[in-house]
């Protein structure tokens, strides 16, 4: 089979297309990549998730990038991405490999590479990797796993001091830890599990923790992703513990779901806003914001009230990181709750995010709603929301049909103009934008809106995906 690295590297499900054999094939060529663009016999790091047989996928990828003459850092257990993704840069490593399908429906795994910054690679690395990654066995170089350790060529490590000492770097968390928060964190049974706890118990400040055990097929949600329906027990357990807030990451903990003190979802578009508002005005930093094109136009308005360029993207973190490390900027993220900042690496960091929250929090005296209220004070309400829906049949069929429809109203607002970017995204007269895309890693298309208008969120959707010609 073919493999092709989509938004966020390769994926697929676990036993069908997804197995040990196309790992190695997967591994040979980036290890071939890394050779043919003057790394060669350099270290890598490598790290997974809490999924089915991921660390032994791990250790698979491990075998090839030592039999290709790499010195491989492992982590010795699950980590979470943003964890491995600086531990390439606290190594100095030429790169590294993740062993995740993040969110993804508990049949899938995956596998992501980064650069020698942590970041994701680009779209043109990734198309190099593509082509370099073998037909056969004959292809791939591999030594036994015992070999190589005993040889020095694996060696396992502890990611986590180093980056707790960076966290302790970028934030004050012993302030956090003294606040007497409540605060509630559901991890989705991944890689976020007891990171909280570790973190901010010891002081006045408790840690709730649910979902806290490595379970593969992740019950009580349809995927480790931190959107409703996934989030709903979480957002029940707040209130069952009194919490002043909750903390959600995804299932490798590079993504940030936020739930408030009376139970409510805090959409991603929200949470950017907050984050971006948090370093310019309360940490009073300044620096470019980088987002994709299916993320909010709040940030544009906080552009312009602090005079920071705010520069659009693709969707995806391969378009984000290199653009973050072009532009120096203080910010980026995107649509999925994926939030990376300046200081650190060019990766998302639900965790960093998550303390920047608190901080804000600690700092403002305010409660999530509060919080919400008050960026809304300044650049206005904005509502989101997004319906994903599977398709059948040529994609090419369906982009032709949305192209063709040339639709001059969604929603009743008439449609002032249309992107092609990433996907087809018409924007509104009010501000705001339809957006309507093909997943990079399943066959779904997914229809995205944003507007000032609160009354007008299920109609926008509705007519979105019409002219998708999924209704």
């Known amino acids: 089979m073919q493999i092709r690295f989509g938004t966020d590297g390769w994926r697929g499900v676990i036993a069908e297309d997804y197995t040990f054999f196309n790992v190695r094939r997967c591994a040979q060529g980036f290890a071939n990549f890394l050779n043919d663009f003057g790394y060669p016999g350099e270290d890598v790091v490598i790290g997974y998730d809490r999924r089915f047989h991921s660390e032994n996928f791990a250790a698979a990828a491990a075998e090839v990038m030592a039999g290709n003459g790499f010195g491989v850092w492992l982590t010795e257990s699950a980590t ?87 966290l302790y770097n970028l934030v004050d968390i012993e302030k956090i830890r003294q606040a007497g928060l409540r605060v509630c964190v559901d991890p989705m049974w991944g890689n976020g599990i007891g990171w909280f706890p570790r973190l901010l118990n010891g002081g006045k400040t408790t840690v709730v923790e ?112 290199p653009k973050m490390l072009e532009t120096h900027a203080l910010i980026g993220g995107e649509e999925s709750g994926g939030y990376a900042f300046h200081g650190h690496v060019p990766e998302r960091d639900g965790i960093l995010a998550a303390l920047y929250l608190l901080d804000m929090m600690v700092e403002l005296g305010k409660k999530p709603s509060e919080l919400v209220e008050l960026l809304f004070s300044v ?74 208008y609160a009354d007008r969120v299920e109609q926008i959707l509705q007519d979105g995906l019409r002219i998708a010609g999924v209704r």
């Open 80 to 166: 979470p991405t943003p964890v491995i993704a600086y531990s390439i840069v606290e190594k100095g490593a030429a790169g590294g490999i993740n062993i995740t399908a993040s969110h993804n429906p508990p049949t899938d795994n995956g596998f992501k590479v980064r650069n020698e910054f942590g970041g994701a690679i680009d779209p043109k690395g990734l198309v190099e990797i593509e082509n370099r990654i073998p037909t056969d066995e004959k292809g791939i170089q591999k030594v036994p796993f015992e070999e190589a350790q005993q040889a020095g060529k694996i060696r396992l490590f502890d990611p986590a001091p180093a980056y707790i000492q960076q």
């Open 379 to 452: 650049v206005g309400p904005h509502f989101y929301s997004r319906i994903d829906s599977p398709f059948d049949g040529d994609r090419r069929e369906y982009e032709s049909r949305i192209l063709a429809a040339n639709p001059p109203t969604i929603g009743g607002l008439n449609v002032t103009g249309l992107d092609t970017t990433d996907g087809f995204k018409f924007s509104l007269e009010d501000g705001g934008w339809l957006l309507i895309r093909f997943s990079g890693t399943e066959p779904i298309i997914r229809v995205y809106t944003e507007t000032t």
């Open 210 to 321: 649910i979902h806290n055990q490595r379970n593969p097929i992740f019950p009580g949600m349809k995927r480790p992703e931190p959107i409703p329906p996934n989030v709903n027990e979480g957002l029940k357990a707040v209130l069952d513990t009194q919490s002043d807030v909750l903390i959600i990451t995804d299932g490798d903990a590079d993504r940030l779901g936020v739930g408030d003190e009376k139970g409510a979802f805090i959409d991603q578009l929200r949470v950017f806003g907050l984050l971006a508002y948090y370093l310019l005005e309360v940490q009073g930093q300044r620096g470019a914001i980088v987002k994709t094109l299916s993320t909010t136009t709040m940030l544009n308005k906080l552009g312009q009230i602090y005079n920071v360029p705010v520069y659009e993207t693709g969707v995806g973190f391969k378009y984000v990181a």
